[in-house]
């Protein structure tokens, strides 16, 4: 018996920004409300899933730091298997999924499946927390320069191959994802290269939802906070010349 060829769906891979859902780009509204199938992060639920139509199937597949999650390799085969049933598909992660968001391993299965897709970018975290604490990340003539960073490698530690050069220079504004339980860590690095521990600091926790928190303050006094904190809740550390005094 000839197997018969698969019908091909088409899959979105939306960036649903931090989690408010009026953050979200109307493409990535339109996406939603059209989808036959969402598979969805843990953070990109909540208000945001309210945009996708009422007969969409909502899947969770989202990672969440020591608690049990989707494997990437299942998430990945979930994107053809659906795909491959003519269906269309959202693949909604949060903030911006081409920071930091696992987006090449996804993107590289469509292609080896060849189903096609489109890539809506979202509103980073990054500028979500900036922008709820009133600040710029550039300044004219002293934050030259914006960088990111993650503050885990794939074994949870401080990455090794961290240039302290860079991220210590005062003139750059530097912003780390996943960073809250290395941080302590990574400011005594930071200091040992030449960064006062002075160095104005916010941590941004849960930013776009209703419990977000904002702490101004310095890169000393944030790694003494985050020393041994049990942390629960995403966050974002942005650390340089943001023109206010903690």
Same mark, same amino acid.
């Given at each position: 018996m000839t197997e018969q060829p698969h019908q091909t769906g088409f899959v979105s891979l939306v960036s649903a920004g931090?989690?408010?859902?009026?953050?979200?780009?109307?493409?990535?509204?339109?996406r939603l409300a059209e989808a036959d199938a969402v598979l969805y992060d843990a953070l990109a639920s909540g208000p945001v899933l309210d945009?996708?139509?009422?007969?969409?199937?909502?899947i969770p597949?989202?990672?969440?730091?020591?608690?049990p999650s989707a494997r990437q390799e299942h998430v990945n085969a979930l994107l053809v298997e659906h795909a491959r049933q003519g269906r269309?598909?959202?693949?909604?992660?949060?903030?911006?999924a081409g920071i930091f968001g696992r987006l090449e391993e996804e993107l590289i299965a469509l292609v080896d499946a060849a189903i096609p897709f489109e890539i809506i970018p979202g509103v980073t975290s990054a500028s979500a927390a900036a922008a709820a604490a009133d600040l710029p990340l550039t300044r004219r003539l002293t934050a030259r @320069? %914006?960088?990111?960073? =993650?503050?885990? +490698?794939?074994?949870?530690? #401080?990455? !090794?191959?961290?240039?302290?050069?860079?991220?210590?220079d005062p003139h750059a504004t530097t912003v780390v994802f996943m960073g809250q339980?290395?941080?302590?860590?990574?400011?005594?690095?930071?200091?040992?290269?030449?960064?006062?521990?002075?160095?104005?600091?916010l941590?941004?926790?849960?930013?776009?939802?209703?419990?977000? @928190? %904002?702490?101004?303050? =310095?890169?000393? +006094?944030?790694?003494?906070? #985050?020393? !041994?904190?049990?942390?629960t809740q995403p966050g974002i550390i942005i650390f340089g010349p943001l023109g206010f005094d903690p």
């Open positions: 931090p989690g408010d859902p009026e953050l979200l780009t109307l493409k990535a509204a339109r945009h996708a139509g009422p007969n969409a199937e909502l597949v989202g990672k969440r730091a020591g608690r269309r598909v959202v693949r909604l992660k949060s903030g911006d @320069r %914006l960088q990111f960073l =993650t503050g885990a +490698d794939v074994t949870g530690g #401080l990455p !090794g191959d961290i240039n302290w050069a860079a991220i210590a339980r290395n941080f302590p860590a990574l400011a005594a690095g930071l200091q040992k290269h030449g960064l006062d521990e002075t160095t104005p600091a941590f941004a926790e849960s930013v776009g939802h209703p419990q977000q @928190r %904002l702490i101004r303050t =310095t890169i000393g +006094d944030l790694a003494k906070l #985050l020393e !041994g904190a049990n942390v």
